[in-house]
């Protein structure tokens, strides 16, 4: 089992910048592959960032390519995601996963672990 908390989301304006964390505990932290993705309102849930165990490559949705950057930190068995230059269409729960293969990061179907979510609001 892995249990993942996130934290540090909020309220900012638009042009802001926000760093969520997720703390994982449980089982050897870099054995899992690491991805976010976010729920919007009347929205189902889609793909932000991934990064994978090994090699640290990482994978962003086209959406916040260039804005969002997605780092880990094995020794302290956290991810991060760095978001700038924040949109109101950023506005979402965010969601911290971990799945144990590199194959498949950039859908929920690669994931076996969930954190609760963060909201993140980013207003006009």
């Known amino acids: 089992q892995v249990q993942l908390v996130e934290s540090g989301g909020g309220l900012v304006q638009a042009g802001g910048t926000l760093r969520l964390s997720c703390a994982a505990s449980?089982?050897?932290?870099?054995?899992?592959?690491m991805g976010w993705f976010r729920q919007a309102p009347g929205k189902e849930r889609e793909f932000v960032a991934a990064?994978?165990?090994?090699?640290?490559?990482?994978y962003y949705a086209d959406s916040v390519k260039g804005r969002f950057t997605i780092s880990r930190d094995n020794a302290k068995n956290t991810v991060y995601l760095q978001m700038n230059s924040l949109k109101p269409e950023d506005t979402a729960v965010y969601f911290c996963?971990?799945?144990?293969?590199?194959?498949?990061?950039?859908?929920?179907?690669?994931?076996?672990?969930w954190g609760q979510g963060t909201q993140v609001t980013v207003s006009a």
């Open positions: 449980g089982r050897t932290f870099g054995n899992y592959v």
């Open positions: 996963a971990a799945g144990p293969s590199d194959q498949v990061v950039t859908a929920e179907v690669g994931y076996d672990y």
């Open positions: 990064i994978r165990r090994i090699s640290g490559n990482t």
